[in-house]
């Protein structure tokens, strides 16, 4: 059991907080730490499930009639003795009732006079204002490397009593396993090893890949995040030289990250990746994830805002809570200067407030989560953001030189099943300066069109007819561009 957690209970419980909040999706675990706890301050254990009322733990049945709450709250605040009283199942609907809250009132001021105190447990367990000052919360942290780690001998232990296992991995992927296991309640984790095991005997590289399909399951089911399957790799990007050597740096520590702690470094935090629109950065976001085989997961803000108070910012702390789940993950922002774009308290200042948690999130975030965030507009951006220290490193990305519209050519024929070796790469990128990759890759796209529907065949001469045809955004919002180029120099680092 984690010794911090247990030691902030038993402070709090010293302390005389007769309430304590305890949140967790794991309540069997929140209840094997507080048994313990029980039993290391010598007090008297006891459990409240609406299935089985109140009931200590070295009695035989229940305390007559507790099955209903009201009745095992008013047994608890009409004089019981020292003890930790655990009491689960209290859901939102139940702890918003009035009596309820009367009686949980009375409890805590009861439990306040003796040794012990009243313990709920349950995962976002929102205690109204009459509680809330009476409570003490505690977040119970998620299972450790070493939990999952005894897990996972623990079941090859018990398979192998049955039948014959195989462990087909290598002590780095090993702790590779173990990496993304975290976010995972120990029961899902169990489950999900032990399924790998029976279907084959094998514990093998494949089944890292259930892990994390496992977890894309629990995050889709939150509905927040969307997951992105990370196809496109760094060899796919053209040019970006800089942001690619810096990504390559890091590629180690994501791998071995129990080595890069042990040898003082921490995972990397992310990147913003500032630019003009069309030239790479969300195609960058997904490289990073495939590069480094990490799940990719894209906030799209728009999901968050609820027109009711409160739940925008209740949204965000549960979609930052399943991007921890998934860790070691890339989560992806695009266009994060929309995200918090009302400044002006139009929005009744909740932009705002969901910009402070998102600022305190990344500062003090525990979970492996490399953010790649992206922006077009860099004078729309909270000036927050551009602070040393709340990205690893800002980036600008400009539009491709002529080397690089040449090799986006070589790649966009190529991955359309055209041989690039049949065009003159040359002319194309010598006719298009001040070009974005995007309009390059439409220009071959519309080229397709119309050799499609004449049946005819592509050539150069139907995509150079196509670049004449292209107003780039360099022409038509030529003083934006250049204002954002003007800005990012001195102040970012070159991804080109």
Not at 244 to 266: H, N, S, T, Y
């Amino acid at each position: 059991m984690p010794s911090d957690a247990l030691r902030d209970l038993e402070l709090l419980l010293r302390s005389r907080h007769g309430l304590v909040y305890l949140e967790t999706r794991e309540e069997g675990r929140a209840e094997g730490l507080l048994r313990h706890l029980a039993d290391a301050m010598g007090l008297p254990f006891f459990t409240w499930r609406r299935t089985r009322g109140l009931q200590r733990d070295d009695a035989g049945g229940p305390v007559y009639q507790t099955e209903e709450l009201l009745k095992a709250l008013r047994h608890m605040a009409d004089g019981v003795g020292p003890g930790i009283y655990h009491l689960q199942d209290l859901g939102g609907d139940t702890i918003r009732q009035a009596a309820v809250r009367a009686h949980l009132r009375e409890v805590a001021e009861h439990m306040e006079t003796q040794d012990g105190a009243a313990i709920l447990t349950g995962p976002g367990l929102e205690l109204p204002s009459t509680l809330r000052e009476r409570t003490a919360h505690l977040t119970l942290p998620g299972p450790s490397d070493a939990e999952f780690r005894a897990l996972l001998t623990d079941i090859l232990k018990d398979i192998s009593a049955r039948q014959h296992v195989e462990v087909a991995l290598s002590a780095k992927e090993v702790e590779s396993l173990v990496g993304h296991l975290s976010g995972l309640t120990l029961m899902e984790a169990e489950k999900i090893l032990t399924k790998a095991l029976v279907e084959d005997g094998t514990l093998a590289v494949e089944d890292i890949r259930h892990v994390i399909d496992a977890k894309r399951r629990v995050v889709e089911r939150e509905g927040l995040l969307e997951y992105y399957p990370a196809e496109t790799t760094l060899d796919g990007v053209a040019d970006l030289v800089r942001l690619k050597e810096w990504l390559a740096k890091r590629k180690a520590v994501v791998k071995e990250p129990a080595r890069a702690r042990e040898f003082g470094l921490d995972f990397p935090r992310g990147m913003l990746l500032l630019g003009v629109p069309g030239c790479g950065k969300s195609l960058s976001a997904k490289a990073v994830a495939a590069e480094w085989k990490l799940p990719l997961l894209k906030l799209d803000p728009s999901n968050l805002y609820n027109k009711y108070i409160g739940e925008s910012e209740r949204n965000f702390k549960r979609a930052m809570e399943a991007a921890e789940r998934m860790a070691p993950v890339v989560l992806w922002i695009d266009e994060l200067e929309k995200a918090f774009a009302s400044g002006d308290g139009a929005d009744g200042g909740v932009s705002q407030r969901i910009l402070g948690s998102f600022l305190s999130w990344m500062q003090d975030r525990t979970g492996d989560v490399f953010v790649v965030a992206t922006a077009n507009d860099v004078q729309a951006l909270p000036p927050e953001f551009l602070r040393k220290g709340r990205f690893d490193e800002i980036f600008f990305v400009d539009l491709p030189d002529e080397a690089t519209r040449r090799e986006i050519y070589r790649i966009h024929l190529r991955t359309r099943g055209h041989d690039p070796r049949a065009f003159d790469l040359d002319a194309l990128a010598s006719a298009t300066p001040g070009f974005s990759g995007s309009e390059i890759e439409q220009t071959v796209v519309s080229a397709l069109y119309t050799v499609f529907s004449t049946d005819g065949t592509l050539d150069g001469a139907a995509i150079q007819a196509e670049v004449e045809a292209t107003r780039p955004l360099s022409v038509t919002m030529a003083e934006r561009v250049e204002g954002m180029r003007s800005w990012a120099r001195g102040r970012t680092v070159s991804a080109n």
